[in-house]
Structure formats: structure tokens, C-alpha cells
């Protein structure tokens, strides 16, 4: 077990959240050559080390903080994968125990470690004449819309634009999620409106600022993209919240006069950690491994992406075979299940979880393909035909796995998710998933025109789900909008009665309610109901 708490730049979250640390930051100001301030600033280490920053933590970098922002969450509750180790003597996230101190890190990362960096950033441009600053300006708040749109899809209500606003009363107020998605779009047009000089030759990168840039190195016609795309993702989030804005937005999004979508794997958003994937490190602790929904769908899929996901069983009792944990089982010793599968990122372009140079998936072009897919459902302007961008998707994804065609993959109508057994369950046959299951899938590969509208929703967002690994984020996130794929729900629930069946977010950490009480006390009354697992988010509202 190796769970650190890691402690904000600024002490108490109150003045963290009102008033900037610049002053504080430590990546600034590490300066172990002597390097005077002024060759720092004329170099631009002091505007390239918190974009660089705030990068790595979108995804982050630093094993401690993934495996509380998302590890014992997100990726849990996706079904990608699963704990063996008895937390807390077996009580906690991952059936339904809330842990609060794991929790609270999940905004410390956003708040301290994204905003906080990133206004630092902002202050720091205003200290230089005559240098434009609008392609890491537009960098920076498309780095705000991708980190915090996932904050807010774990919580609902968050401080975005209110961060570092003071009331009379020193309390800070919360955007609700609505209201969050309406300041996401927002930040999205300016940054589209900053990109686009540098996408038609008016303006030029500076080339100090491409060292800024670890997802794509400078080139702003890719950024561009990645806002359309983000864009997009977040039109298709709202779709059952607010039909008539998720298709305007998706509608802009898709127009190529915009800028085009991320529609092949080259400009794919990947950051580059420079250092070991946390991943790498957390399965090393033996403190996660594969989740039994995975492995059921690309082994009852005959799925060659399976290896390059996920590796064989080493304990003795299933060595060889390809097995997951079963979210929320009775665990009584580590290792019980920690010779069960290791989950595996190895992609056509990398290892994503490399032990010298990990990398982060932000979005990628098999996804934008799914989300059109969608968007065709629906009927929106510039989407194209359903299917082909259903078989489109599954094609990009098989080149980012480096799995060969796809073309008898896509084309199979008989396979289905395989049934669960598992042999070291405490009480024989307690977490197996037999057939006909209700909560195993029988959906088939095969697109089918003739379907109706929920049977091409569950087929295309079973084979998006098994796109977008290992973003466990991304992943519950569409489980909870869509209901798809089908997940094994938890053999244990221990929220005790607040969670029935899955859980829908996570509560507000304590320190967050009782350092802005105000604050908090108003945020609450934005949700559907109570602050906790329970309670569905704003955009989680489909009929």
C-alpha cells in the first residue's frame, strides 16, 4: 500500500481558493544552477514549467495522486479494473464505503495542482511586454476545460469560475454542473478563437513555446482539433440534460470550417509524462489489477486488442488465463486476487504504461468516431451515417492497439460478453456471473440498421467503452449517461443504503464542506438530492 495525502501549495483550501500562490510554487522556483530570475523569465522557464505542470495532471503524472483522483474510483467503477487489496480492512470506495481523505485528493489535484497553476501562469504573462502569449493562452484554457470537466462529472457542482473570488463573507462560490458545462463551451470558443490565426498562417508559434506544450509539441492545428473534439464529447454529455444546446454544440464541433475533429490516431491527445506511468507503479504495489467486465467482454468477444490490454493470471489457480476482479467482492487478504490479470496499455505507438516514459490518454480519434456515431443517432447536422462511423471507431481502435484489421471483428454477429466465474471467491459461486445474468450483456458486434434506437446505443457504447481504456474517467462517466455497457454490479455494498444498485458520483470531501460552509451549503442545493453517492448528476437524467 503506498497512499500519500499530498499537501496543497497553500495550506488551508479557503485561501487556497481565493488568493494565488505563486509565490509558493515550488517548480518556479527550484533553481539548483543559479539561474538568475532574470534568464529565467527571458527564457520563459517561468510561463513553459506550469503549462508543462498542469498537463501532468489532467491524467496525473505522480502515482499517489492517480491512484486517489482516479485509480480506487473511476477506474473501479468503469469495470477496467479493480483493487486486491482490503483498504481500510476491506471497507471502502471500491464497495461503496466513501473514503473521504482518498477523496478530498481529487480536488486537491484540480484545485491546486490545475487552477491554481494555471492562474499562476496567467499572472506571470502579465509581467512581459510585447510577447503574444494567445497560443499558450488557448493551451491553458483548454487544459482548464479537460481536467475540470472531469472533476465536475465525479462531484457535479465545482469552483471554476469563481476560483479565487472572494464573497463579502470569505466564502467561495460553486458553478453548478450546469452551470459549469455552459463556462466548459465558453472557454472552448475562445480558446478555437486564439487557435485559429496560428492554423491559417496569420500568426506563428513561438518556438520557446512548443517546450510548453507535452501533448503536442507545438502544433496548434492539433489543439484546434482537440477543442472541436473535447467540444463534442461534451455536447453528446448533455444530451438527455439539455437536447437543444448538445446539439448546437455538437453541430459547431463537427463543422470543418472549425478546425476538423481528432479523426485519425497521429493526432491522437497524449501527454508525455517524461517518467514512469503511476499506473505502472500502482500495479507494481499489487494494488490493482484488471476488472472482471473487461476481460468477460474481449474474451466473449474473441477480441485481439485482449493482449495488448490485459495479461495472463499468474496464481496458481486460473495461471494462463485471462481473469479480472469483480468489482466490489469480499476481500479478505491481499492476496486472494493479486495473481489475477495485471491490466496492460500497450498501444501501436507506445506503451502507455511505460516504467521510464508513461503516458497519459486524454482523447483519441476511435472515440471522436463513437461520438459521431452517436451524434448520427440523433440526427445532428455533419454527423454522417450511424453505422459507418461505428465501424470507423472500431477500425481507428484496432490500429491504436496495433491489433490488425478489424474487418471480421466488426462484421461477427454471433459473439457476445463471456459469463464470470470465479474460483477463489470466499463463498463458492458468490461472484459469478452466469449466463443469462441480467447484468450480462448480450449484445452483439455486428452493426444493425434494423435495431432499435437502445440496441445501437448499447452496441456502440460497448465497443466505445472498450475504446477509450485505460481512461477509467471517461469510461464511468458514459456508464452513467448511457447505462452501457453492462457492468457487474458490486456483491458488497457498503454505503450503507444511500447507493442502490451503482454508484452515480461521489460526495464533496469534508475539509471542502467545512473550509467554505457558505460555499458548500449552496452548492448542495444545486444537486438532485442529498450529497452523496446516491444522487444523480445533472446531466445524468436519461429517461
Same mark, same amino acid.
Given at each position: 500500500?503506498?497512499?500519500?495525502?499530498?499537501?496543497?501549495?497553500?495550506? +488551508?483550501?479557503?485561501?487556497?481558493?481565493?488568493?494565488?500562490?505563486?509565490?509558493?510554487?515550488?517548480?518556479?522556483?527550484?533553481?539548483?544552477?543559479?539561474?538568475?530570475?532574470?534568464?529565467?523569465?527571458?527564457?520563459?522557464?517561468? &510561463?513553459?514549467?506550469?503549462?508543462?505542470?498542469?498537463?501532468?495532471?489532467?491524467?496525473?503524472?505522480?502515482?499517489?495522486?492517480?491512484?486517489?483522483?482516479?485509480?480506487?474510483?473511476?477506474? &473501479?467503477?468503469?469495470?477496467?479494473?479493480?483493487?486486491?487489496?482490503?483498504?481500510?480492512?476491506? &471497507?471502502?470506495?471500491?464497495?461503496?464505503?466513501?473514503?473521504?481523505?482518498?477523496?478530498?485528493?481529487?480536488?486537491?489535484?484540480?484545485?491546486?495542482?490545475?487552477?491554481?497553476?494555471?492562474?499562476?501562469?496567467?499572472?506571470?504573462?502579465?509581467?512581459?511586454?510585447?510577447?503574444?502569449?494567445?497560443?499558450?493562452?488557448? +493551451?491553458?484554457?483548454?487544459?482548464?476545460?479537460?481536467?475540470?470537466?472531469?472533476?465536475?462529472?465525479?462531484?457535479?457542482?465545482?469552483?471554476?469560475?469563481?476560483?479565487?473570488?472572494?464573497?463579502?463573507?470569505?466564502?467561495?462560490?460553486?458553478?453548478?454542473? /450546469?452551470?459549469?458545462?455552459?463556462?466548459?463551451?465558453?472557454?472552448?470558443?475562445?480558446?478555437?478563437?486564439?487557435?485559429?490565426?496560428?492554423?491559417?498562417?496569420?500568426?506563428?508559434?513561438?518556438?520557446?513555446?512548443?517546450?510548453?506544450?507535452?501533448?503536442?509539441?507545438?502544433?496548434?492545428?492539433?489543439?484546434?482539433?482537440?477543442?472541436?473534439?473535447?467540444?463534442?464529447?461534451?455536447?453528446?454529455?448533455? &444530451?438527455?440534460?439539455? /437536447?437543444?444546446?448538445?446539439?448546437?454544440?455538437?453541430?459547431?464541433?463537427?463543422?470543418?470550417?472549425?478546425?476538423?475533429?481528432?479523426?485519425?490516431?497521429?493526432?491522437?491527445?497524449?501527454?508525455?509524462?517524461?517518467?514512469?506511468?503511476?499506473?505502472d507503479e500502482i500495479i507494481g504495489w499489487a494494488d490493482i489489477r484488471t476488472g472482471a467486465p473487461l476481460t468477460s467482454y474481449l474474451l466473449g468477444y474473441n477480441d485481439p486488442r485482449l493482449t495488448h490490454m490485459v495479461a495472463p493470471a499468474t496464481d496458481p489457480a486460473v495461471a494462463g488465463k485471462y481473469i479480472g476482479i469483480r468489482n466490489g467482492v469480499a476481500i479478505d487478504d491481499k492476496s486472494r486476487y493479486s495473481g489475477y490479470s495485471i491490466p496492460l496499455a500497450k498501444a501501436a505507438s507506445g506503451d502507455y504504461f511505460d516504467p521510464k516514459a508513461g503516458k497519459g490518454k486524454l482523447m483519441g480519434a476511435a472515440e471522436t468516431w463513437f461520438l459521431m456515431a452517436e451524434a448520427a443517432l440523433n440526427g445532428w447536422a455533419g454527423a454522417g451515417n450511424a453505422g459507418d462511423n461505428y465501424n470507423k471507431g472500431i477500425a481507428i481502435s484496432f490500429a491504436e492497439w496495433a491489433a490488425g484489421s478489424s474487418a471480421d471483428y466488426a462484421n461477427d454477429n454471433t459473439f457476445t460478453a463471456a459469463p464470470y466465474v470465479d474460483p477463489k471467491a470466499q463463498s463458492a459461486g458468490a461472484n459469478d456471473v452466469p449466463l443469462k445474468d441480467p447484468s450480462l450483456s448480450t449484445i452483439t458486434i455486428k452493426w444493425d440498421d434494423a435495431g432499435t434506437y437502445e440496441q445501437k446505443l448499447e452496441r456502440l457504447i460497448t465497443q466505445k467503452w472498450i475504446a477509450i481504456y485505460p481512461d477509467g474517467e471517461e469510461a464511468w462517466t458514459e456508464f452513467r449517461r448511457t447505462g452501457y455497457p453492462k457492468l457487474f454490479p458490486v456483491v458488497v455494498n457498503n454505503s450503507g443504503g444511500l447507493i442502490k444498485g451503482f454508484i452515480r458520483r461521489l460526495p464533496i470531501p469534508s475539509k471542502y464542506q467545512s473550509n467554505n460552509k457558505p460555499g458548500y451549503d449552496r452548492a448542495v442545493q444545486t444537486l438532485n438530492g442529498p450529497d452523496n453517492g446516491g444522487t444523480k448528476l445533472w446531466w445524468d437524467s436519461k429517461p
Open positions: 500500500m503506498k497512499i500519500t495525502l499530498y499537501k496543497s501549495c497553500c495550506v +488551508m483550501m479557503t485561501a487556497m481558493l481565493l488568493s494565488s500562490c505563486t509565490k509558493n510554487f515550488e517548480s518556479l522556483n527550484t533553481n539548483p544552477a543559479g539561474i538568475t530570475e532574470d534568464v529565467f523569465k527571458a527564457d520563459f522557464q517561468q &510561463i513553459i514549467l506550469p503549462l508543462q505542470n498542469a498537463q501532468k495532471f489532467i491524467v496525473p503524472a505522480a502515482s499517489g495522486d492517480y491512484q486517489l483522483q482516479q485509480n480506487l474510483n473511476a477506474d &473501479i467503477y468503469s469495470g477496467f479494473m479493480m483493487s486486491p487489496t482490503p483498504f481500510n480492512g476491506g &471497507i471502502n470506495n471500491t464497495n461503496y464505503f466513501m473514503m473521504d481523505g482518498w477523496n478530498g485528493d481529487i480536488l486537491d489535484v484540480a484545485y491546486n495542482k490545475v487552477l491554481q497553476v494555471l492562474s499562476d501562469y496567467q499572472k506571470l504573462t502579465a509581467t512581459y511586454q510585447g510577447v503574444d502569449f494567445s497560443f499558450t493562452d488557448a +493551451m491553458a484554457k483548454t487544459i482548464k476545460v479537460l481536467a475540470l470537466h472531469r472533476t465536475s462529472d465525479v462531484f457535479g457542482p465545482i469552483i471554476y469560475t469563481k476560483f479565487g473570488k472572494a464573497n463579502a463573507d470569505l466564502s467561495v462560490d460553486y458553478d453548478s454542473q /450546469k452551470d459549469a458545462y455552459t463556462a466548459f463551451f465558453a472557454d472552448l470558443d475562445a480558446a478555437a478563437n486564439l487557435l485559429k490565426p496560428f492554423t491559417t498562417g496569420q500568426k506563428t508559434v513561438l518556438s520557446a513555446f512548443t517546450k510548453a506544450d507535452i501533448i503536442y509539441g507545438g502544433n496548434a492545428g492539433n489543439w484546434l482539433k482537440l477543442v472541436n473534439t473535447l467540444r463534442l464529447r461534451l455536447a453528446i454529455r448533455i &444530451i438527455y440534460a439539455d /437536447k437543444a444546446t448538445a446539439q448546437a454544440q455538437g453541430e459547431k464541433a463537427m463543422n470543418p470550417a472549425n478546425g476538423g475533429l481528432i479523426t485519425d490516431n497521429a493526432a491522437n491527445a497524449i501527454v508525455d509524462f517524461g517518467q514512469r506511468s503511476p499506473l
